[in-house]
Every structure is written in structure tokens, then in C-alpha cells.
């Protein structure tokens, strides 16, 4: 079995899916059993990750383009439209699925108020350093799945969600995996919480329509490629 060290996070980069079940951050071997997820807290020291996150995230859509919404990281412009949509500055507890080496989870960081926490899980480990890279008390770093938001919430101690925030790609993943993480996302969303989402195809809102009703959809021209907003607010 080959052994990743935190002295070498470079090396992260390079796991396959099959390596991705073992992850080592202090020196041993964490054991993901059968894919559950891990809550990663303090793991990974952030002085420890070296390497440019754009290029690990291009690197890694390369490898798992099915896994990642877009070949590169959000820009300035999406980042603010998201933070505004989901009323970031107004949230106690914001969850986002799918932060990737973390361009948007620095922009909700800056957003959120002082005493708020902010639950990233992300299922592709070679990402976790990059998001342990921040330094903020009040980012929690879970590798594993957005089907086990909930799983996420109850290791961090967290209680339901006002704003939960994703960038995965709906439109690639099949859809009774799809059905399963908004049915996940609105019954742990807090009554009058908001779920938004980013997307290159329109395959989200025609998923769980029932449940989740119309969305108010937005347009970010000033990404690459363009991208539309979705956002749902929960009945208080």
C-alpha cells in the first residue's frame, strides 16, 4: 500500500479513485472504509500544502471531469452572485458541496459573519489540502459525499443549514444520485433557508421540481464558460 506523507502534498495531486480511500495527513494512514466519508478537521495543517490550486484544479477535471462543473475555478463576478444570492452575510451556518481547491469558499469566508461556521465537504481528496490551506477557525473540511450532508452536519456538531451552496455538476451525475442529494440538502436546509446552485446545464431544476418548486434563476456572463445561478428558498 502506497503512503502519502503531509511532508509531500504535492503527491496528493496524482491520487486515482481507488487511492483516494486511504489519506494520510499526520503521518499515518487514515482508512476510508467502503467510501464513507471522513470529517477532516484537523488533518491537514494549513502550513503544510504547497502548489498552485488552479492548476490542481484544472489537473484533476482532466482526470474526473465528471466530478467538476467546469475546467477552471469560479471567477470574482460568479463568487459575488453566489455570496449575494444565498444571503451569505445574513447566515449562522452555510454548507457547500463541492468547494474544489477553494476560490468560492474564500469568497463565502469574507462574507460570513464573524461568529458563523462554514461546512465544506468535498469528495475528491486531492482538494482537501487546498481547502485546509485556509486558515480560519470557522471553515470544517469533510471528505466524503453531498448525499451524507446530514452525516457531515452531525460529526461537526452543526445544526441545520441557513444557506447551503454547490458547485456540482447535476448534469453529469445520474439522476437517482442527483434526486437523492436536494431531497438530502432540503430536509436539512433550516425552514426559510435558502439552497443555491451553479450550473452549465439546466438539468437541476428538472430533477426534484415537486419538492423544490420553480427556482429563481440568474445568468453570470462574466465566467468562464457563463453559468446560470439557480436558487430555491426553503417555506419558513
Not at 39 to 44: L, R, Y
Not at 168 to 194: H, N, Q, V, Y
Not at 215 to 226: A, G, R
Request: glycine residues 6%.
Amino acid at each position: 500500500m502506497s503512503k502519502f506523507k503531509s511532508s509531500d502534498p504535492d503527491r496528493l495531486d496524482s491520487l486515482s479513485p481507488a487511492e483516494g480511500e486511504r489519506f494520510v495527513g499526520t503521518g499515518k494512514v487514515i482508512k476510508l472504509r467502503n467510501h464513507q466519508p471522513l470529517a477532516m478537521k484537523t488533518i491537514i495543517p494549513h502550513r503544510q500544502v504547497r502548489g498552485n490550486g488552479r492548476a490542481a484544479f484544472f489537473l484533476n477535471f482532466l482526470r474526473r471531469p465528471s466530478l467538476i462543473g467546469s475546467v477552471i475555478p469560479s471567477s470574482r463576478f460568479l463568487e459575488r452572485r453566489i455570496v449575494e444570492t444565498a444571503r451569505i452575510a445574513q447566515s449562522h451556518i452555510v454548507v457547500e458541496l463541492g468547494p474544489g481547491t477553494g476560490g468560492t469558499t474564500r469568497a463565502i469566508l469574507e462574507a460570513l459573519p464573524r461568529r458563523a461556521q462554514l461546512l465544506a465537504i468535498e469528495i475528491n481528496p486531492a482538494f482537501v489540502p487546498y481547502l485546509k490551506a485556509h486558515p480560519d477557525p470557522r471553515l470544517s473540511v469533510y471528505l466524503g459525499s453531498a448525499e451524507h450532508i446530514r452525516k457531515a452536519l452531525e460529526a461537526c456538531d452543526h445544526r441545520r443549514p441557513d444557506a447551503v451552496v454547490s458547485g456540482i455538476p447535476f448534469s453529469t451525475m445520474p439522476a437517482e444520485i442527483g434526486r437523492k442529494i436536494l431531497r438530502e440538502i432540503w430536509d436539512c436546509l433550516a425552514p426559510g433557508g435558502r439552497f443555491v446552485t451553479y450550473q452549465l446545464m439546466s438539468r437541476v431544476a428538472l430533477l426534484e421540481p415537486l419538492l423544490l418548486g420553480d427556482p429563481d434563476v440568474q445568468l453570470e456572463y462574466l465566467n468562464l464558460p457563463p453559468l446560470r445561478v439557480y436558487s430555491w428558498r426553503k417555506p419558513a
